[in-house]
């Protein structure tokens, strides 16, 4: 067999193999792409309609407020949305999670919200998971994610044309052609199309599976060096201490408020067992996980011990930490997720139109045989 005919073995059997996943991955991934929006919209507890210019409630308010409306629950975070959105205050006990919203000037509670019966989580747990135990979907995922990469690449290799005279036919369909030629091209044509974003698309969405390719971009940006070196969370002794004090939580909130006024979105943890810090984290841009900075404080008196904003990290954790918004276009806003909505729509297309190619020559096939 010649070079493309061995491309074109190839490219038939991966898709037969990762066809029906890679549509999963891909259709599910344009209807959470604007979960956000469609949140704002239909759901009265996510946005607080009137932004206020007076402070929000304290994170140790409103772990009292979620501990009194769920006894039996622990508080692991809180997060601050932005000054037109609800604060949710995330809780879990045993293997259960609620989601608590409140109003983040008022402290009142909005709604109580069981993140199994959602359905945008659902949509993203099927995106990662199949809906299977982690452990096994996102090797699926991710292996039908790395598939379909070859996909790209093998398919760029079959469609790039043998004489110039050829080309201007690569780039377009023959629409006045028989259905089968329209599909045969479209298939061909918008594949090429969006190959550069839905492989940039698939790199980011592998860091989610395996560390090695969080790792990989780490390195490639730094020309080197180990990531989990300077992501390292400070260590202290505890020892001296009987409890985690709770207006630590507090200061904690506040230094970061002050050290990035500017921030629309934060984050602020509570700890969990004896020797764990307090972790901070703030974002110039609400519902929007990149640039962000971390700072870590001590769990009883909520002195910062380690301060990490944006602008100090390197090159390649900088990426990686742009690696979600990259991924769902959101780091270039609402334009930016129409691109992914759209690639991500083709490339759940692409099976399809495959599938109809590998049956239409198949039964073709086996009619001259007969």
Known sequence: ???????????????????LIVFIISITGCIFCFHDE???????????????????VLP?????????????YNSSMVSYYGKNRSAIVYTYADSENRYLYFNPYTGKHLKTEDPDTD??????????????????GKHIIGSATIIFILLVISGLIQWWPKRKSDLKRSFTVKWSAKWRRVNY?????????????????????????Y?????GIYSTFNFGGDKTLEIKVPVIDTTKFNSNSVTAVDRAFTTTAKLQPDAEMYFVTFPQQKGNIIETGAYPHALRYDHQSNYYFHPHTGKLIQSEPFQKKTLGLQVVEMNYGIHTGQILNLPGKIMAFIVSLIAAA???TGFIIWYGRNKKSKKSRA
């Open 185 to 209: 091209d479209w298939h061909n044509t918008s594949g090429f199309y969006i190959s550069i974003l839905a492989v940039i698309i698939a790199i980011t969405g592998l860091t989610f599976t």
């Open 350 to 352: 692409l099976p399809l």
């Open 119 to 136: 359905f945008f989580i659902i949509v993203e747990r099927i995106h990662l998971y199949l809906l299977l135990p982690d452990y096994i």
């Open 1 to 19: 067999m010649g070079f493309k005919t061995q491309i074109r073995f190839l490219h038939k059997w991966l898709g037969l193999i990762s066809g």
């Open 60 to 72: 140790s308010v409103l772990k009292e407020k979620a501990k009194e409306i769920l006894p039996n």
């Open 38 to 56: 469609i949140k704002d919209i239909t759901r009265k507890e996510w946005r607080v309609v009137e932004p206020q210019s007076k402070p929000f």
């Open 211 to 215: 560390e090695w390719v969080s790792d």
